[in-house]
């Protein structure tokens, strides 16, 4: 079956930086547009940045514009998100999410097929 497997979150001080890792398994990793989103306490999940199948096209949310980058590596099967210059609003679970349909880079919840588990990311002040 389909797996997402989210690692690297983790406890950081304002201003640092995580890099996060999404394994995928069960799927032709190629074949897939990836996301990432992001769910902070008390809040609705929301997108933070897609790539496409080829690495070609990204797509970055405003907030997180100049800090993060995604990445994939195909033949590793695996996206990628490093995030820099961490704000405590960063704060929240991170999701990997893996799209078959969609035709571009997209932040909808519903264009996506599978999800991860989820990591969580704190930054303190």
């Known amino acids: 079956q389909v797996q997402l497997v989210e690692s690297g979150g983790g406890l950081v001080q304002a201003g640092g930086s995580l890099r996060l890792s999404c394994a995928a398994s069960?799927?032709?990793?190629?074949?897939?547009?990836m996301g990432w989103f992001r769910q902070p306490p008390g809040k609705e999940r929301e997108f933070v940045a897609a790539?496409?199948?080829?690495?070609?096209?990204?797509y970055y949310a405003d907030s997180v514009k100049g800090r993060f980058t995604i990445s994939r590596d195909n033949a590793k099967n695996t996206v990628y998100l490093q995030m820099n210059s961490l704000k405590p609003e960063d704060t929240a679970v991170y999701y990997c999410?893996?799209?078959?349909?969609?035709?571009?880079?997209?932040?909808?919840?519903?264009?996506?097929?599978?999800w991860g588990q989820g990591t969580q990311v704190t930054v303190s002040s």
């Open positions: 999410a893996a799209s078959r349909g969609a035709t571009m880079t997209t932040a909808s919840i519903v264009e996506y097929d599978y």
């Open positions: 069960g799927l032709t990793f190629s074949y897939y547009l």
């Open positions: 790539i496409s199948r080829n690495g070609a096209n990204i």
